[in-house]
């Protein structure tokens, strides 16, 4: 009965409705400590009297003395409102490093609730959190509405007394005091976030309240709040809390399309078919709509401004040399929008620096926030309506050490070909334009826009080195790929910086224009869902409007930092430019009274460049393309790279990394930096082979075999081809050096830990077993590691150098006690 029982409340909690029908997971009741005036409501002018401090806006807020009243007007009473917790100020140093960035500046969002002011019983007012799942907006009798409402009560988060009533009589007057000054998920930091920065009990007579301010459609918290971070140390915080009013009638949402990448919300909608529950995912998208005066001209095809354009305050403590190239990062996105049917709807402002009443975390101001960080990155993010997928309003973090990382993409990739990038202290021009760069990708998130890492593949590999070609259109389609910069154009091609930095392309004006169009003759998403899936498979016969999710990690075609379609000639020419890096490295990062430091770095990004080139190639072997589909359009969704491209792929791996690459092996690096030694080819070798020998690519070879017998790139195919590359000397016995040596002990290593259930793969016991052993993997894997041993053993009379013979005796040895393991 106690598994039904849970079962039932799991199904509960996943079911809520649309707007009025939630569910909430954490119940605490929380009321005032003062009861001088608990109980039967007061008179209004006893409760604000007349040294009242009154702050009128969404709410009227009163502060008499010490105590902060809220004054709630009936017509606010059951109404969505979104509370968006931030930092303002906070001991950085103790900041949370993830992959994203550092956590805990300045800024940062640590707890977010969309919650509802509710009359209760006995003179009480509710705060309800709300958490929307599903919908449903049938009430009639056959509808869900009822029965979901029925059985998704909210749950009750604080509690409050009504102190009096409004002079009207159509408000009530709550204190918030107490609840304020506690700690609580609602109004600062979540369970979580205070976990992740190690935040334990809240002293209250080291916190306070310090502001209340109202405003037309929010309300702005202030509070500084002392944790105990371990005994004896605490940490304090400046936080503040919006309350934001969600709109009456949420917007009218906008269905998600795989081929269009947006970041979404998503619920259960039980009206969509009546047969069985749908799970939908609304875009996040700006309410972008026209003036009321503007509707006519709109729908005739003229360019108007929005009712309410995106934006962007500069923060004030940005260094005043970069202002420029962020602000047109923003402004870049105009010509977007314009697409879309809207002019000057997004651009950006130096944050107002004299205005008392003007704050960088208030929730009515997006903004771009600056943070001294050694954190190399920026980020997008934003807050949305969870009812629609509305955004609301976001804050871009933005991290003072992002111009290192900046530094380094453009010299490893682009000192080759543009003589500006041959320092370690870039021109303020030069960082400038990669500062807007930047920019401009981190507004596209904010905007809604994921990651298209399939644009740049759409992208001839010779228009790369095109130079008329290239600074016209920009070497990829989309500015939200992690494309980087043109490392194809060689020194000889003379492109300028016009063809070598990424710009919003052809793609992202598109996208724009498909989630920002305004469509007001259609009464349902329904209707526009039907008329825009036409409107994509017409787009897409043009490939640059393609995109490749970065969740098709399989797909060859979608990679992270890649350029053109043909990444084996694209990885060779990149080659080909790092090889010339690598021959002035000590020259272009020697700087006057430093160390080596700078020299050190520059060599360890050349070979992770190098990697990257390696897994764009690697990742052509058994990989499977995807292409998301209606059942308008022909063609498969899932196909296979052909055995040509594989063996191709195969080919450019025996050349660079099998065969060794002395060109990384450079000893005068490796005298001033102890780097660049036979550890740096191993990590590479080892990378490409366990991405080569892994379940995933395995286990496609044997799909794409199974379903093309004839025109496949085999699993027999595959070993007898790294076979070959690896154990090439034992053919002819020829003498074994130290880098083949360690590269054949990497593939057994390899071979071993993935035909082990115990280690294969990194999937854990139980998914190999299902994975794997009911495959024929692990049987491929052992044949393979069989026919090696009696290799070797055919070969070890032959060889006479003692450290060739000691090695192949030590690697059979090792392939023998795997394959006896029980």
């Known amino acids: 009965m106690k598994r039904l029982y849970l079962i039932a409340l799991a199904i509960n909690l996943f079911i809520a409705s649309y707007a009025q029908i939630s569910v909430n997971t954490v119940i605490v009741l929380s009321g005032n ?28 807020v009163h502060k008499v003395t010490d105590r902060y009243y809220f004054e709630i007007p009936d017509s606010l009473l059951d109404r969505d409102i979104l509370v968006v917790n931030r930092i303002v100020k906070g001991p950085a140093a103790w900041g949370l490093v993830s992959d994203l960035g550092k956590y805990g500046f300045s800024g940062d969002i640590i707890g977010k609730n969309m919650i509802r002011f509710v009359r209760g019983p006995q003179n009480k007012v509710f705060i309800k959190s709300v958490f929307i799942f599903s919908k449903s907006k049938d ?20 509690a409050f007394d009504i102190k009096a009533f409004s002079p009207d009589n159509k408000g009530v007057l709550i204190d918030l005091t107490d609840y304020l000054s506690s700690d609580n998920d609602v109004f600062f930091f979540e369970s979580e976030n205070r976990n992740a920065l190690m935040l334990k009990a809240m002293q209250s007579d080291k916190s306070y309240i310090s502001k209340v301010q109202s405003f037309p459609l929010n309300i702005e918290i202030r509070t500084i709040k002392t944790y105990v971070r371990r005994e004896g140390l605490f940490a304090t915080y400046e936080l503040n809390s919006s309350m934001i009013l969600l709109p009456k009638e949420p917007m009218k949402p906008r269905y998600a399309d795989d081929r269009i990448g947006y970041f979404t919300t998503r619920f259960a909608d039980y009206d969509a078919d009546p047969q069985h529950v749908s799970l939908l995912r609304m875009v996040n998208r700006w309410r972008m709509e026209p003036k009321p005066g503007d509707i006519d001209k709109y729908k005739n095809g003229e360019l108007v401004e929005p009712k309410n354009p995106i934006v962007y305050y500069i923060d004030p403590n940005t260094p005043k040399k970069w202002v420029p190239y962020l602000i047109q990062g923003v402004n870049d996105w105009q010509k977007a929008f314009e697409k879309a049917g809207f002019k000057n709807a997004i651009y950006a402002l130096e944050a107002p620096t004299n205005d008392p009443e003007w704050s960088l975390v208030d929730a009515r101001h997006n903004a771009i926030v600056y ?20 955004i609301l309003e976001t804050h871009v973090n933005w991290y003072h050490n992002v111009m290192q990382l900046l530094r380094d993409w453009y010299f490893i990739q682009c000192a080759a070909v543009d003589t500006n990038a041959r320092t370690m202290h ?17 507004i596209g998130h904010t905007l809604g826009l994921m990651h298209n890492f399939g644009s740049s593949s759409t992208v001839p590999v010779d228009s790369l080195r095109n130079k008329k070609w290239v600074e016209a259109n920009g070497h990829t389609p989309s500015i939200m790929d992690y494309a980087r910069f043109n490392y194809v154009a060689q020194p000889q091609d003379s492109i300028s910086e016009l063809g070598l930095f990424p710009r919003i392309g052809a793609y992202d004006e598109w996208a724009i224009e498909w989630g920002y169009r305004w469509f007001p003759d259609f009464k349902t998403e329904e209707q526009e869902k039907a008329y825009l899936n036409q409107w994509v498979v017409h787009k897409l016969n043009d490939k640059r409007y393609w995109f490749g999710s970065e969740n098709n990690i399989a797909d060859p075609r979608v990679q992270s930092e890649d350029l053109s379609d ?11 430019n790092l090889k010339r890096i690598m021959s002035h490295l000590i020259e272009w990062t020697t700087e006057p009274n430093e160390d080596y430091s700078s020299l050190k770095r520059m060599y360890n990004g050349v070979v992770d460049q190098f990697k990257t080139y390696l897994f764009h190639v690697t990742d052509i072997v058994g990989g499977s393309m995807r292409t998301p589909k209606t059942v308008e359009q022909q063609g498969p969704v899932v196909d296979y790279p052909s055995r040509e491209r594989q063996k191709a792929a195969m080919q450019f791996l025996k050349e660079q990394i099998f ?35 892994s379940h995933n690519v395995l286990s496609n070879l044997l799909w794409f ?15 007898n081809d790294l076979n070959s590359m690896i154990w090439s000397e034992l053919s002819h016995h020829k003498p074994i050096d ?44 052992k044949a393979n590691m069989r026919d090696l041993i009696l290799k070797i053993n055919a070969v070890l009379p032959l060889y006479k150098d003692e450290i060739s013979k000691d090695h192949l005796v030590d690697v059979r040895d090792r392939l023998k006690k795997a394959l006896e393991m029980k």
């Open 566 to 576: 043909d990444a084996i000639m694209a990885s060779n020419y990149g080659i080909m």
């Open 705 to 719: 075999e199974t379903n093309s017998v004839k025109s496949s790139y085999s699993p027999q195919d595959f070993f």
């Open 371 to 390: 943070k001294p960080s050694e954190v190399e990155n920026a980020s997008g993010p934003h807050v949305n309506d969870p009812r629609s997928g509305e």
């Open 33 to 60: 400590r003062d009861t001088s005036i608990t109980g039967k409501p007061k008179s209004y002018n006893e409760v604000v009297t007349n040294n009242a401090l009154t702050s009128i806006g969404l709410f009227k």
């Open 738 to 781: 130290i880098y083949r040596r360690n590269l054949q002990k990497v593939f057994v290593d390899q071979l071993i830990i993935v035909s082990s259930p115990y280690k294969g793969d990194n999937l854990g016991y139980y998914n190999f077993y299902t994975a794997n052993n009911m495959t024929d993997i692990v049987s491929l894997l």
């Open 659 to 693: 065969s060794t690459p002395a060109w990384i092996l450079d000893k005068e690096v490796f005298a001033l930096t102890e780097s660049g030694g036979v550890f740096k080819l191993i990590y590479l070798q080892k990378s490409v082979l366990e991405k080569l020998l």
């Open 139 to 158: 009430s009639t009798n056959n509808g869900l509405y009822n029965s979901l409402s029925m059985n998704n009560l909210p749950s009750i988060t604080a």
């Open 426 to 442: 870039f021109n303020d021009q030069l960082m400038g334009k990669l500062i807007r760069y930047v920019c401009s990708h981190e």
